[in-house]
Structure formats: structure tokens, C-alpha cells
């Protein structure tokens, strides 16, 4: 698996083998590898665990998904062989022998009520309304209505992305504050006033995609580079994958072949080539 430093392109997975007993489950001859992680990657961890399935009928992946830091954690001290996030690993992380591993990339939508009719933001704009310096729609074209700003909570992986890249660390104003990505969905679609940022593949109808200096958020535009918000999606693992059980190296090598790539693109994200 393609292992990139880049904050942008670099996804973590960690799973912890050795000594792991807790975190996978023999019945007769099915292996069942415990995930835990990212709320953002529920679809796409879903998706690839029922595909894994039929290709590998002796392995189900049993996942939960209670956010990056949780996930990473979980491999840490041995609940789970592999911990979804959604953000960098950290320096003391990787001393305690995480490695990191691509599997696709995310990007970060800014998203506002389907009313709005504020279609584009600068990344200026996009910074001003996040630190509360900018309060109205009608400050940057938009009608006469007060900017709600909605966001994840403090260990979302979505939130350390999304701020790290903007560089406005501790200086948000949340007017809200969210545990799951569905949950900011449902607020903007709710709140006529309201902004807040979510994975490419959670737009709905009632939302809409703000673009960001003029780029939409495209799987074109992220894989080109063009669009500025995006993030890797990491499965963190204790260890290389090469020195992981047999059955979790078959979901890695799932992941990379054009099966699991074209699954990946599918749901709106960008495959790792």
C-alpha cells in the first residue's frame, strides 16, 4: 500500500495483531476483524466490509464508528485491529508503533441550506465566517440572514482536518457542535442560515455544495489538486500491514485492486493509485 507524508493525501490505518486477541473472532472457519473509527467512513467502511465478504467468505469486518481519536485509541490498547480516521496520526501516536496507510482520499464540502443563494465562498470568506467575523449572508451577496455555524465536535477527525487546513485552530465559533457527520447534514438542512462541512459523499437534496475560489468540490478536482479541502481517509495499523494476520492483509489487498478502487470512487471518493 502507497504510504504519502502529505497531510492532504496520507490515511492512517492501524491494526494491532500481536498479542490481539480480543480483537478478532473465530467461528469454525470465519474470522471476524474488529474496525472501530471515523464517523465520516461509515459508508465507505460498510461498503468495502460487504464486498470483502464475497470475496473472502471466510472474513466479516465488525465495525463501530465512534469517531478517529476513539478508533486510534482502540488499536492502541487492543480492542481493535484497525482504527479508522479521518486525521493525521499524531507524533506520540506513531512512537507507540502506528503506521500509516492510503486508502482514499476525502474531500471536505462546505455545505449550506439548498435556500441559500450564496453558490461560492473565497477561502478569505470561508475563514472570516468560521472565526465569527463575518455573521450575515448578506455581508458576501447572499439574503439578510444570520450565519449559523455548525461544526463537529473537538475529536472529530473532519474538524482537525478541516481547521489545520484552513489554519484556524481553537479560533472557530460553533454555534454548534456535532458528534456525527449526519447529524451537521441534518442541521443545515433544517436551519435556513446554516454552514458546516461534511464528507464529498454526504451532500443530500436539501443541501448544497458551496465551491471554494471559484472550484467545486469534484472526485476531478480532488484528484487533480485543485480543490482546496481535502483530507486523507487513514485505517491505521500497529505495525506494517506485511506483518499483519493473512485475513487482514487480504482486506488491504481488496482495497488496492480495482475492485476495491472502483467501489471507492463510486461512493465519491478518490482511490489511491
Not at 506520540?92 to 476525502?106: C, P, Q, R
Amino acid at each position: 500500500m502507497k504510504k504519502i507524508h502529505s497531510y492532504i493525501i496520507i490515511i492512517l490505518l492501524c491494526i494491532s495483531v500481536s498479542g490481539c486477541k480480543s480483537t478478532t473472532t473465530n467461528s469454525g472457519n470465519n474470522v471476524v476483524i474488529k474496525v472501530n473509527g471515523s464517523t465520516s467512513m461509515e459508508k465507505l467502511i460498510n461498503g468495502l466490509g460487504e464486498l470483502i465478504n464475497r470475496e473472502y467468505p471466510n472474513i466479516s469486518i465488525e465495525a463501530q464508528f465512534t469517531g478517529s481519536s476513539a478508533g486510534i485509541e482502540s488499536v492502541i490498547n487492543k480492542t481493535s485491529l484497525i482504527g479508522n480516521s479521518s486525521r493525521l496520526l499524531k507524533e506520540e501516536e506513531e512512537a507507540k508503533g502506528l503506521v500509516a496507510n492510503i486508502v482514499a482520499i476525502d474531500g471536505i464540502i462546505v455545505i449550506t441550506n439548498q435556500s441559500n443563494n450564496v453558490s461560492s465562498l473565497s477561502k478569505e470568506q470561508l475563514i472570516a465566517i468560521y472565526k465569527g467575523e463575518i455573521r450575515n449572508w448578506n455581508e458576501i451577496g447572499g439574503e439578510d440572514v444570520p450565519i449559523v455555524i455548525i461544526g463537529r465536535e473537538a475529536a472529530s477527525g473532519t474538524r482537525t482536518a478541516f481547521e489545520d487546513i484552513l489554519g484556524i485552530e481553537n479560533e472557530c465559533k460553533y454555534i454548534q457542535e456535532i458528534n456525527e457527520a449526519g447529524g451537521v447534514v441534518a442541521k443545515v438542512e433544517s436551519i435556513k442560515g446554516a454552514i458546516g462541512y461534511v464528507s464529498l459523499d454526504l451532500l443530500t437534496k436539501k443541501t448544497k455544495a458551496l465551491a471554494i475560489d471559484g472550484i467545486e468540490p469534484t472526485i476531478e478536482s480532488i484528484r487533480n489538486g485543485q480543490y482546496l479541502l481535502q483530507r486523507p481517509y487513514l485505517m491505521v495499523t500497529m505495525g506494517e500491514i506485511s506483518k499483519q494476520s493473512q485475513e487482514v492483509q487480504k482486506i488491504f489487498e481488496f482495497i488496492d485492486s480495482d475492485k476495491g478502487k472502483a467501489f471507492i470512487e463510486s461512493i465519491g471518493l478518490v482511490p489511491v493509485s
